[in-house]
């Protein structure tokens, strides 16, 4: 399975454009069968989406609906896409504490291999508060069923130290070394992150650089090929 996390911009390239085809195209790359979204709301006029339902339905997408606001993709910018053929059996917002508004989503999909957690986050601007948002995350999973788990999204981890989140990952989980995809023009910090449970097995992982990405948002996509363990 081919996941991937993208923090899109809102839509908007570094040509200060707001272009919901370009996005698509530049997914449509990476050729994922799940990709967390992060900015993929408007940040007013009811939280709108920048990428029109009907055009991600004509790229072959499907919206894990969490169902919390009518023109949204998910919760708080955060959304997860599913490849048409895959059966979502759940999705739901997952609240954070944060300085500012902030949330994950949560989804389980079916399949071939049986059902899969995929989780998709936007991390604090604050170190500490990425810390305990982050273990907050971890510590809801842990009252979860049992299931192959990933989580990914824009972390944006950049500190040493004790506001080092992914210092604080405890050893069933592991971030997968996609590369620094930070800032596109010139990319050199590891903001955008995967994180897998034991039940994974990486096979390639990396950051996702062509024509069209390096224009399409200020943060180039990271993605990872996993198989079972």
């Known amino acids: 399975m081919r996941v991937a996390s993208y923090n899109i911009h809102k839509a908007v390239g570094l ?12 997914l449509g790359e990476l ?13 007013f006029f009811g939280r709108a989406s920048v990428l029109p339902r009907e055009m991600l339905a004509d790229h072959g997408w499907q919206v894990a609906g969490v169902n919390v606001r009518p023109r949204s993709l998910g ?10 053929g895959l059966d979502v059996r759940h999705a739901e917002p997952l609240w954070l504490d944060a300085l500012e508004p902030r949330g994950a989503v949560l989804t389980e999909i ?9 989780v998709g986050m936007h991390l604090d601007l604050s170190g500490l508060v990425r810390v305990k948002q982050l273990r907050g995350l971890i510590e809801l999973l842990s ?13 944006n981890d950049w500190n040493r130290g004790r506001r080092d989140a992914m210092a604080s990952l405890p050893p069933h989980l592991s971030q997968v070394p996609c590369g620094p995809s930070f800032h596109t023009r010139r990319p050199l ?25 390096r224009r399409a948002s200020d943060h ?6 996993l198989g079972r363990s």
């Open 189 to 213: 910090l590891k903001l955008d992150r995967i994180i897998v449970d034991r039940s994974w097995r990486v096979r390639d992982c990396g950051v996702h650089v062509s024509a069209l990405s």
């Open 220 to 225: 180039l996509p990271i993605w990872a090929d």
């Open 15 to 26: 040509d200060r454009r707001r272009d919901p085809e370009r996005v698509l195209r530049v």
């Open 110 to 118: 079916e399949t071939a291999g049986g059902p899969v957690r995929i």
């Open 31 to 43: 050729r994922a069968d799940v990709a967390a979204l992060q900015e993929a709301d408007q940040r």
């Open 143 to 155: 009252h979860r069923a049992p299931m192959p788990t990933v989580m990914m999204g824009d972390t």
């Open 75 to 84: 919760w708080h910018g955060n959304a997860i896409l599913v490849r048409e």
